[in-house]
Structures are given as C-alpha cells and as structure tokens.
C-alpha cells in the first residue's frame, strides 16, 4: 500500500505518459526523515490544537488593526486550493495572494497583456507545428513545461508515422542547452544580440506579409543574412502551422515575438490563448510591490506557502530583514528550510502524495 515508483498516465492529456526527472524523485521526499511531522512555534515543536489558537489570535490582531495580509505563493493549479485561497483572503479587508515562479516566465504573460489584453500563458502546441524557432527557450530541458512539449515535438518528428511528419527546428541561443542539441538549425548569439536578430527575422515576415517592417533600423543582423532569410522564409512558409517561441525576460522582445506569431496566424493553431496554461502564474511587477510593502513595514500577517523566498530570490539577506519587520510570518514549508526558519508559525504541508489534489493546468 505504499507509492514506490512513479509513472506518467498514458491516459493523461498534456503528460502523455512521460514524466520527468523531478517528477520521478518527487517520491524520496514522501519517505525524507528530515520532514517536519509537527507544527512549529518560535522554532519549538508544538501541538496543531496550541498553534491553530495562536495563528487565529494573531490573524484577529491584523484584522482589526485593518493591517495588511499577504499570501506568497508558487503557482496553484489546483481550483479547489485556488477556491479556499480566496475564501480565506475575503475575511479580511486588505489581503491579496502575491504569486511568483523561482524560474519565472513573468515576461511571456506581461507580453501577452499588452499584445491580447489579457494576463495570460498561452499554451504551446508543438505537435501541430512545421516550422519551430526557439529564442532561448529550454523547452525540452526546463521552460514551462518539458515533459508536454517533448511529447508534442515527438509527434512532429517521427517518420515512423503515418504520414511521416519532419518539422524543422531553428534554435537561437548562447549556450548550449539540451532543445539545442536537438536542432536542426543552431544559431549562437549573445544575448544582448536576441531582439535585433529577431528584429531583421520579423522585418523579413512583415515584408512577405506585405506590411511595414515591425522594428524601424534594427541595424546589422548578428547572424549571416542567409540564415536570417531562411528562418524567416520557413516561418513564412508553414504560416499558421510555424512557431515562434522566447524564454527570454525582456517584455520588449516578447511582444515582438507575438507580433511576429500574429503575422504568421499562429494564434489559434499552434498558440492556444483561449484555452491557456495555468503551469506559470507568477507575476514579477506583483512581487516587486510585495517587497516594496515589506519595505515600508504595511504588512501585518505574511502567509508563505511553496516557495523559499530567501533562498530562491536575488538579495536573499535582504529579504530575510524584511521578513524580521514583519508582525507575523507563517509558513507552510515541510523543513525547516532558509525562510521557515525566520518564521513564527511553521504548520508543514502534506506531501502531494499524501494530500491528492485536484489540478488544471491547462
């Protein structure tokens, strides 16, 4: 009756039964002895009874001093967590959950805000393009979703199929990664290079497309012309069926490569917007408004569920002062990582194959 190896569902829409390395070691920290298996209260073992009492005490003080009370969060998938988050947050009058991903694609979301008017992580369909260029983005390794996009690449490159599919795949990047190593076409640039290549490569769509050029004197292109042209050429080519996708954090760039998807009429065939991803929530500008309220000693209560702020964020020292300004800091971390550790309250988690959620991530 105990989990002891873990497989992806063959039934599963998005995994196709893979599962990746994390996946697959999730299950040692099930059995981790350094778990914590009590709640905490100024770093000493308590009963759930005693700090249930002292959490619901110090959470009346916030709320009648009308304080503010904050939620920091990895992405929720989960509807039913998102559903009882909101719940609790209404009981007070100023509360708002802050959301941030330790390997965040806050850039990707911001662009689409400012491209399509909504804050949202389209969902990539590798399985139905031809034409792939990738800027940046680790999608076989590490960006959003590895184990989704690997099974749709898979499908548009076997010519075991029936029919036979072969799409072409351009990587522009400047290291090594393991989505590079898999390219049919590898393009070095450095990245302060990425948005005038992709500049000369949408001048060159615009133009097929028939309309003016999207970036205005981009300069000299960073790569042979001859390669730029046959990018563009193939991107142009497939139309709908191409992809262009950028792991890169400058919304600039972003938007480009959404315009450059629009001209193409990627939206809607290879790009899902009205059925997106729910896999990357985290919002940067949020959670630089967080630290600013820190900042300022606003906030009253800070609940920290999912993430290690102290350890995942750059100025990790600094936001441990922060965290010392703050009334009362609970976190929900299963050890007694670099932020549980400054935490008042520590009440552990279950592990997720102990609590069995619900989730959409798509």
């Not at 769509?205 to 292109?221: F, I, M």
């Given at each position: 009756g105990r989990p002891i190896k873990l497989e992806g569902n063959l039934d599963h829409p998005i995994s196709r039964g893979g599962l990746c390395a994390v996946g697959q070691a999730s299950i040692l920290g099930l059995y981790d002895s350094h778990r914590l298996d009590a709640p905490m209260q100024q770093g000493q073992r308590?009963?759930?009874?005693?700090?249930?009492?002292?959490?619901?005490?110090?959470?009346?003080?916030?709320?009648?001093?009308?304080?503010?009370?904050?939620?920091?969060?990895?992405?929720?998938t989960s509807p039913t967590t998102r559903a009882a988050i909101d719940q609790f947050l209404a009981?007070?009058?100023?509360?708002?959950?802050?959301?941030?991903?330790?390997?965040?694609?806050?850039?990707?979301?911001?662009?689409?805000?400012?491209?399509?008017?909504?804050?949202?992580?389209?969902?990539y369909r590798f399985d139905r393009a031809d034409v792939i260029v990738s800027l940046d983005a680790d999608f076989l390794g590490t960006w959003i979703s590895p184990v989704e996009y690997t099974a749709g690449y898979s499908v548009g490159r076997t010519l075991a199929g029936s029919p036979a599919r072969l799409s072409f795949h351009a990587q522009i990047e400047s290291r090594m990664s393991l989505t590079g190593a898999r390219a049919d076409l590898r393009v070095v640039v450095a990245p302060g290079d990425y948005y005038r290549l992709m500049a000369h490569v949408g001048n060159r769509?615009?133009?097929?497309?028939?309309?003016?050029?999207?970036?205005?004197?981009?300069?000299?292109?960073p790569a042979p012309a001859a390669v730029v042209d046959d990018i563009a050429e193939r991107l142009w080519h497939a139309r709908e069926r191409g992809l262009v996708v950028c792991g890169s954090h400058d919304v600039a760039l972003q938007v480009l490569g959404n315009t450059i998807n629009h001209l193409l009429g990627a939206y809607g065939s290879t790009i899902d917007v009205e059925r997106p991803s729910f896999q990357r929530q985290g919002n940067d500008r949020e959670l630089e408004r967080l630290l600013a309220e820190l900042s300022g000693g606003s906030v009253g209560a800070l609940l920290i569920a999912g993430v290690n702020p102290v350890f995942e964020l750059p100025g990790g020292a600094a936001m441990a002062e922060l965290l010392k300004r703050v009334p009362l800091v609970i976190s929900f971390a299963g050890h007694l990582d670099e932020t549980a550790s400054l935490a008042r309250f520590v009440c552990p988690d279950r592990h997720p194959l102990e609590s069995w959620a619900d989730a959409e991530p798509v």
């Open positions: 308590t009963s759930w009874a005693e700090v249930d009492r002292a959490i619901v005490a110090a959470l009346a003080v916030a709320r009648n001093d009308r304080r503010a009370v904050r939620l920091l969060t990895g992405t929720i009981s007070f009058p100023d509360a708002r959950q802050v959301t941030y991903d330790g390997l965040s694609v806050s850039a990707v979301l911001d662009a689409h805000e400012r491209t399509h008017g909504a804050r949202v992580l389209p969902r769509v615009a133009r097929l497309a028939g309309v003016t050029p999207l970036v205005e004197s981009p300069g000299d292109p």
